[in-house]
């Protein structure tokens, strides 16, 4: 696989999870690492989806980096969003990162902004007309994860990026944005992301 070579998948977890799809898309040492309670569904979603992405197989057991970062040596690089009932996965040749945000109202959006967004990009979002700034606080809160998911960083180093406005990434990473009904996924790579770059696999 190329480094540039991405592929993203997008599901609802309602729609991905069943046994008969876990048993294909998962091996049983993986399902043994699933976690209880809450968390479980959107867990084995997602790992679905990541096998399904790959076509090889039932997804082995993986590691995890230093940083809580899932990963297995003998695949591509990955990595995993969700919020609240779908998930994206992103693969690629060289570090990524996604987040996925459902386009919603946010109280106090622009206290959250300021605390954790660099002051040009806060003072821009402020510019912007009312009707504007809640969905272009989405497309900055999901560049600034996707951007830290890809260096293996948390959310609380947020407010360290400092991300440009005109990229919203570092000058050594690329941003893409895809916009699918009112969710919307950053993607941060290390090369550029086609113009038409959308998910191959889409479960709905």
């Known amino acids: 696989m190329a480094v540039n070579d991405y592929q993203l998948a997008f599901g609802e977890v ?3 999870l069943n046994d008969a799809c876990a048993t294909r898309w998962l ?3 993986l399902l043994q690492d699933a976690p209880t309670g ?4 959107d867990w ?3 790992r679905i989806l990541l096998a399904m992405l790959l076509n090889d197989g039932p997804l082995p057991k993986l590691a995890r980096a230093a940083q809580g970062k899932p990963y297995h040596p003998s695949l ?13 996965v992103l693969v690629g040749g060289g570090e990524v990162g996604c987040d996925i ?4 109202p946010r109280a106090r959006f622009m206290a959250i902004a300021r605390h954790s967004f660099d002051e040009p ?3 821009w979002l402020e510019s912007l ?3 504007q700034q809640i969905g272009q606080f989405w497309r900055i809160w999901t560049a600034h994860e996707a951007v830290l998911k890809q260096r293996g960083g948390t959310v609380w180093q947020m407010e360290q990026l400092r991300l440009p406005l005109q990229t919203l990434c570092p000058p050594d990473r690329y941003l893409h944005h895809v916009s699918l009904d009112d969710s919307l996924i950053a993607c941060c790579g290390e090369q550029p992301f086609p113009v038409n770059f959308t998910p191959e696999l889409i479960i709905l």
């Open 76 to 88: 591509p690089e990955f990595n995993i969003s969700n919020n609240a009932t779908r998930v994206a």
């Open 121 to 123: 990009l806060c003072d």
């Open 129 to 131: 007309p009312e009707a």
């Open 27 to 29: 091996s049983p040492e």
């Open 101 to 104: 945000e459902q386009i919603r």
């Open 14 to 16: 309602a729609c991905v």
């Open 44 to 46: 084995i979603a997602a």
């Open 38 to 41: 809450r968390r479980r569904p």
